[in-house]
T-cell receptor, first 113, second 114 residues
Framework: DQQVKQNSPSLSVQEGRISILNCDYT??????FLWYKKYPAEGPTFLIS?????DKNEDGRFTVFLNKSAKHLSLHIVPSQPGDSAVYFC????????????FGTGTLLAVQP | GAGVSQTPSNKVTEKGKYVELRCDPISGHTALYWYRQSLGQGPEFLIYFQGTGAADDSGLPNDRFFAVRPEGSVSTLKIQRTERGDSAVYLC????????????FGQGTRLTVV
């Protein structure tokens, strides 16, 4: 079963606009959530994370929102830039197993100049 | 280079053969992870080393898979009697102390079993 789901395989936005990437999870034991960015032929790169005790975490142009009751998180990128074009993975872990990440299937973001 | 190095970058092998995939972590990093990414999927956890020991090997799919890190630096992932379903990109990551958010991933080894 897919414990972390990214239901949008791809997303296209215009440069300067907001990109919103969504992620849903089913395991109520997850308490730490991360977003990774991956360019072709490279390994994933950590982007931003959020603990379940928070509902928002911001880092520059990137903000992650967590809605625990809905088991939903989202990554907002504003303003979007062409260099943000990549595959974005949502990942989650349980308390006590923080190094064992469960990843979603990824969303390909294309930012059009 | 200063990053995580994985060799070979590509490996094609016949079904039933044995393969070894190598990971050279960033110097001084005590934690090392192996993940694999099948086509159309996200990375899937295999094993996590802290130093020389496997702190969590719960992701290894079966006893055909084994990983070692004898001196606490280089790690080798070994797959016996390969099957077509083992075809994937095998990713290695290392971090200074053990926090996954501090981990740097290598570019991966693409394994194709024919």
């Amino acid at each position: 079963d897919q414990q972390v789901k990214q239901n949008s395989p791809s997303l296209s936005v215009q440069e300067g606009r907001i990109s919103i990437l969504n992620c849903d999870y089913t395991n109520s034991m997850f308490d730490y959530f991360l977003w990774y960015k991956k360019y072709p032929a490279e390994g994933p790169t950590f982007l931003i994370s959020i603990s379940s005790i928070k509902d928002k975490n911001e880092d520059g142009r990137f903000t992650v929102f967590l809605n625990k009751s809905a088991k939903h998180l989202s990554l907002h990128i504003v303003p979007s830039q062409p260099g943000d074009s990549a595959v974005y993975f949502c990942a989650a872990s349980e308390s006590g197993a923080t190094n064992k990440l469960i990843f979603g299937t990824g969303t390909l973001l294309a930012v059009q100049p | 280079g200063a990053g995580v190095s994985q060799t070979p970058s590509n490996k094609v092998t016949e079904k039933g053969k044995y393969v070894e995939l190598r990971c050279d972590p960033i110097s001084g990093h005590t934690a090392l992870y192996w993940y694999r990414q099948s086509l159309g999927q996200g990375p899937e956890f295999l094993i996590y080393f802290q130093g020389t020991g496997a702190a969590d090997d719960s992701g290894l799919p079966n006893d055909r898979f084994f990983a070692v890190r004898p001196e606490g630096s280089v790690s080798t992932l070994k797959i016996q009697r390969t099957e077509r379903g083992d075809s994937a990109v095998y990713l290695c990551a290392s971090s200074p102390r053990g926090g996954i958010t501090e981990a740097f991933f290598g570019q991966g080894t693409r394994l194709t079993v024919v």
